[in-house]
């Protein structure tokens, strides 16, 4: 069955880095679009970033871009998101979205990671 | 502030018909897909609802989705207690050139 897995997410001072991963399993990794998708407590979700299936395309939430980059090693069947430059706005629930497209047709998702942005 | 509204919290009685709504523009959802999650606490979302009115395998045909113009709603008919969640709009923004999600709506089944 199609599994996503998120992990490194902790507690960060403002201005601090972070890499999120993410593990993939049960489905053709490489024919995907994947996506990072956050959720601050209690607070909506908020798209922040997909990469193409063959990693020829990137795209990013204005709030996020510049700061954070998205990337992954299908040989390794994983999605990576290393964060910059973070702000205590940053601080949410992290999850990594699975879609056919770049359309927000994500059809399965992570549990979830939690990055706390805090001095 | 997102850019497609939703009403923040609606309520319903068990076997009630609830409409859930979501609004937004030309650029989101008067001119791409909708999409609808559903979210229990503590908990991943979901897809509900694909491409305006599609159910994906394994939903439950209780839960219909409709667009007409830059608004779209999901209807729940039959209400039951676990479907006491959160309930989330998403489509494709051609200014911003990304998705952009609803803010939510809490639904409470009373």
């Known amino acids: 069955q199609v599994q996503l897995v998120e992990s490194g997410g902790g507690l960060v001072k403002p201005g601090g880095s972070l890499r999120l991963s993410c593990a993939a399993s049960g489905f053709p990794f490489s024919d995907y679009y994947m996506n990072w998708v956050r959720q601050p407590p209690g607070k909506g979700l908020e798209w922040i970033s997909y990469v193409s299936s063959g990693s020829g395309f990137t795209n990013y939430a204005n709030s996020v871009k510049g700061r954070f980059t998205i990337s992954r090693d299908n040989a390794k069947n994983s999605l990576f998101l290393q964060m910059n430059s973070l702000t205590v706005e940053d601080t949410a629930v992290y999850f990594c979205?699975?879609?056919?497209?770049?359309?927000?047709?994500?059809?399965?998702w992570g549990q979830g990671t939690l990055v706390s942005v805090s001095s | 502030q997102s850019v497609i509204r939703q009403s923040p919290s609606t309520s319903g009685t068990p076997g009630q018909r609830v409409t859930i709504s979501c609004s937004g523009s030309r650029s989101n959802v008067g001119s791409n897909y909708v999409y609808w999650y559903q979210q229990l606490p503590g908990t991943a979302p979901k897809l509900l609802i694909s491409r305006n009115d599609q159910r994906p395998s394994g939903v439950s045909d209780r839960f219909s989705g409709s667009k007409s113009g830059t608004s779209a709603s999901l209807a729940i008919s039959g209400l039951r207690s676990e479907d006491e969640a959160d309930y989330l709009c998403a489509a494709w923004d051609d200014n911003l050139s990304g998705p952009v999600f609803g803010g939510g709506t809490r639904l409470t089944v009373v």
């Open positions: 979205a699975r879609a056919s497209w770049k359309q927000p047709e994500f059809d399965s």
